[in-house]
């Protein structure tokens, strides 16, 4: 991770899932070329492209285009932005724009979109037709270093987040770098939460860069680029080792298991905190909670915490704004979890920076005992 490439290079990250295997290509200008990249993939001629109404009017047309001169016929369905879109109601919308369109086994779905519109018409996809074509072009950093890659698709119903979807792995994954700069910087910081996460999982050497060079992965070119890319490669050797999270990929929720209490304890209200940033103080816990249980170091909490804070991450419950509920309410969130398996609590917890494990019989007296010193 010390070279950073040139300003112009674009990065190639393979996701080696053989008869199921794809690219990831980050870089500048991908929109642009999206149909010519699509097109040399694709027996089809044919796609639908699903986006929200906050991506349309900046992207829509330049992809539509780029379809159309490779000889792709485009249709395209704008849905409201935001969680709620993840429903069952609008994936029958989008199942049924994808059949009206007449789009059909090697013909494509293409996500043009954050995590929201990638894992909803990732599902329809999966399901129309029993599966056709999955292209993703993610434009949020979460999207991008995270969501996009590894195949899992879904919605939310009343019971909870993502409690219903396929595995359905992309054909194809475009990370334009330059939509970024219209992402707000609230969504890039939470994004970013989740590429510090890939660093604090494993690679200590990923974060100490990350502590080096955040600021330029803020503010673009090579090095954004760059720790987008690291981040995909990271994701894909996990996706790869366990495709359908039956071990090792449930490091990946490191910081979720009390990032997720906070979204439910703030009842997934985006203005008081968005997934990124809960998955930020979760991180921080994640640490804080390793070295109470004298499994890791006070000062590579300590650590974690000081770089968040400078990227202006929230890092502490009290960041959150208005009231949480008590300890032992976000406690039943967390025993709801679905990482809870017979009494016993499985959390992700570190031996220290880029040492997490997967610990599952973690007494969830101690997590009580935690979170009301944490939040009395
Ligand atoms: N499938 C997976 O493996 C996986 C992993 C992590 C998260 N997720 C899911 O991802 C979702 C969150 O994704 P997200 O954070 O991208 O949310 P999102 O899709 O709601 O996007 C965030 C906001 O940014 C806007 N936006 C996106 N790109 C933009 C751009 N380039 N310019 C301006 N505005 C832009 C969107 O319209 C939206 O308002 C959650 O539903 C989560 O469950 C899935
Ligand atoms: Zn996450």
């Known amino acids: 991770?010390?070279?950073?490439?040139?300003?112009?290079?674009?990065?190639?990250?393979?996701?080696?899932?053989?008869?199921?295997?794809?690219?990831?290509?980050?870089?500048?200008?991908?929109?642009?070329?999206?149909?010519?990249?699509?097109?040399?993939?694709?027996?089809?001629?044919?796609?639908?492209?699903?986006?929200?109404?906050?991506?349309?009017?900046?992207?829509?047309?330049?992809?539509?285009?780029s379809l159309e001169a490779a000889g792709i016929e485009a249709s395209s369905l704008v849905l409201p932005a935001g969680e709620k879109t993840k429903s069952f109601e609008h994936l029958i919308t989008v199942c049924d724009a994808v059949l009206t369109?007449?789009?059909?086994?090697?013909?494509?779905?293409?996500?043009?979109?954050?995590?929201?519109?990638?894992?909803?018409?990732?599902?329809?996809?999966?399901?129309?037709?029993?599966g056709v074509r999955f292209v993703q072009v993610p434009t949020s950093l979460l999207a991008q270093v995270d969501s996009s890659v590894g195949g899992k698709t879904g919605i939310n119903t009343h019971h909870g987040k993502n409690l219903v979807g396929v595995f359905h792995q992309p054909?194809?994954?475009?990370?334009?770098?330059?939509?970024?700069?219209?992402?707000?910087?609230?969504?890039?910081?939470?994004?970013?939460?989740?590429?510090?996460k890939y660093g604090l999982i494993d690679k200590p050497d990923f974060f100490a860069w990350l502590e080096a060079n955040w600021r330029q992965v803020f503010s673009g070119g090579a090095a954004r680029i760059e720790a987008i890319?690291?981040?995909?490669?990271?994701?894909?050797?996990?996706?790869?080792?366990?495709?359908?999270?039956?071990?090792?990929?449930?490091?990946?929720?490191?910081?979720?298991?009390?990032?997720?209490?906070?979204e439910a304890a703030t009842a997934y209200d985006s203005r008081r905190l968005v997934h990124g940033e809960g998955v930020a103080i979760g991180m921080v816990l994640a640490h804080e909670f390793s070295a109470r249980l004298n499994l890791a170091s006070p000062d590579d909490a300590r650590r974690v915490e000081a770089h968040l804070k400078a990227v202006g991450l929230p890092t502490r419950m009290r960041d959150i704004p208005g009231e949480?509920?008590?300890?032992?309410?976000?406690?039943?969130?967390?025993?709801?979890?679905?990482?809870?398996?017979?009494?016993?609590?499985?959390?992700?917890?570190?031996?220290?920076?880029?040492?997490?494990?997967?610990?599952?019989?973690?007494?969830?007296?101690?997590?009580?005992?935690?979170?009301?010193?944490k939040h009395p």
Do not use: W
Not at 32 to 51: F, L, N, Y
Not at 239 to 253: C, H, I, M, S, T
């Open 171 to 196: 054909d194809l994954v475009l990370a334009d770098s330059d939509v970024l700069n219209t992402l707000s910087e609230r969504e890039f910081r939470a994004g970013y939460a989740e590429v510090a």
């Open 229 to 262: 890319a690291a981040s995909c490669q990271a994701k894909s050797d996990v996706v790869v080792a366990d495709e359908r999270e039956n071990g090792p990929r449930a490091l990946l929720n490191l910081g979720h298991t009390f990032g997720h209490a906070l």
């Open 324 to 373: 949480l509920p008590p300890a032992e309410t976000l406690m039943d969130a967390i025993a709801q979890d679905k990482k809870v398996k017979s009494g016993k609590l499985t959390f992700i917890l570190t031996h220290g920076i880029g040492q997490s494990f997967v610990a599952d019989d973690v007494p969830s007296s101690e997590v009580l005992s935690f979170l009301k010193e």
């Open 101 to 130: 369109a007449r789009v059909e086994r090697n013909d494509a779905v293409i996500a043009l979109g954050g995590g929201v519109i990638g894992d909803l018409s990732g599902f329809a996809a999966g399901i129309v037709r029993r």
């Open 1 to 65: 991770m010390n070279a950073i490439t040139p300003a112009s290079a674009e990065r190639l990250v393979r996701v080696p899932l053989g008869e199921r295997a794809y690219d990831i290509m980050i870089g500048p200008g991908l929109i642009a070329r999206a149909g010519r990249e699509i097109a040399a993939r694709m027996k089809g001629r044919r796609a639908a492209i699903i986006t929200d109404e906050n991506v349309a009017p900046l992207y829509l047309d330049a992809l539509t285009a």
